[in-house]
């Protein structure tokens, strides 16, 4: 039994849970998904989702309870995380808002907002490194990253700018890949990748 762990101080938490359900059942795969609200229960997980939301508040309140540290041992000890859009915000290096205390899990830095508000939302097919067709990415008050640091693979680029990376069992996204059916890029992350759930346990 896989256990994935959704912190679920704040957003997109059933649609993670769902997608991942969705990818452990095309690999034949048990999981229990567990929704992250204290510290304690990351340590016991094999893989974890870091959804969007608001970034300034999910900072505050992983590093109010205790659970910003132990994502950063999460990821010492090789276990993979998928961080989307503000979750891509606070697992960056330099998040460019004093309001958020990044975790430094990429070595990347992002511009909040960059491709606009609300209304400016988009879905686009999008080439990622890893997959054979075009995703569909759904774009929502996304952030860019805009500095790209040694160590780091693009998977994914929008317009000239990154919006997909790699950095050792890390991936990031601007856009949100749980809010459609296809569970690929999650796939990918925690299934098919060099690092895969369960790789690491206690």
Do not use: Y
């Amino acid at each position: 039994m896989l256990r994935a762990g959704v912190v679920a101080v704040q957003g997109d938490v059933s649609e993670h849970a769902d997608a991942i359900r969705r990818a452990a059942s095309a690999h034949g795969e048990d999981v229990e998904v567990v929704e992250i609200r204290q510290s304690g229960r990351v340590p016991d997980c094999d893989a974890l989702l870091m959804p969007g939301g608001e970034s300034t508040a999910i900072s505050r309140l992983l590093a109010r309870e205790g659970i910003d540290e132990e994502i950063v041992e999460h990821v010492e000890r090789g276990k993979p995380v998928l961080a989307t859009c503000a979750g891509l915000i606070v697992a960056s290096r330099d998040a460019k808002d004093d309001r958020v205390t990044p975790l430094s899990l990429l070595d990347v830095s992002v511009d909040r907002n960059a491709f606009g508000r609300q209304a400016d939302s988009f879905e686009a097919p999008l080439a990622v490194t890893g997959l054979d067709e075009p995703f569909p990415a759904v774009f929502i008050r996304a952030p860019v990253i805009d500095e790209v640091g040694e160590g780091v693979d693009v998977l994914a680029e929008w317009d000239g700018k990154p919006v997909a990376v790699r950095q050792g069992p890390v991936v990031g996204t601007s856009f949100h890949p749980e809010l459609t059916t296809d569970s690929r890029l999650h796939d990918m992350v925690f299934f098919e990748g060099d690092v895969e759930v369960g790789a690491v346990s206690d």
